[in-house]
């Protein structure tokens, strides 16, 4: 079992950056890979980005590709989403996700078992 609490939400500026932060809980953060996904009102939700078990491999949404970045901080047990010249269609909901059981070095777009709160981002203009 583990419990994700997300953070680093908001409202900004189009053009301007913003990091997302989600700790974990328990003491195999290893053994997930990690993964963010958002959704905006009245839409699906929408896989964002990955991250494997051990920080090698990520993958990412051609519409955030270049633009966001997925890391993982062991000693923290922590994984963030930097987002860099952020768009008006960036605004939703942004969720964290684990998944266990996976090998090493795969970076799932579906089949989490594990979810935060989830934290609002508003990108204005």
């Known amino acids: 079992q583990v419990q994700l609490v997300e953070s680093g939400g908001g409202l900004v500026q189009a053009g301007t950056s913003l990091r997302l932060s989600c700790a974990a809980s328990?003491?195999?953060?290893?053994?997930?890979?990690m993964g963010w996904f958002r959704q905006a009102p009245g839409k699906e939700r929408e896989f964002v980005a990955a991250i494997s078990r051990t920080g090698g491999n990520t993958d990412y949404a051609d519409s955030v590709k270049g633009r966001f970045t997925i890391s993982r901080d062991y000693a923290k047990n922590t994984v963030y989403l930097q987002m860099n010249s952020l768009k008006r269609e960036d605004t939703a909901v942004y969720y964290c996700?684990?998944?266990?059981?996976?090998?090493?070095?795969?970076?799932?777009?579906?089949?989490?078992?594990?979810w935060g709160q989830g934290t609002q981002v508003t990108v204005s203009s």
């Open positions: 328990g003491r195999t953060f290893g053994a997930y890979a």
């Open positions: 996700a684990a998944v266990s059981g996976v090998s090493s070095m795969a970076t799932p777009r579906s089949g989490y078992d594990y």
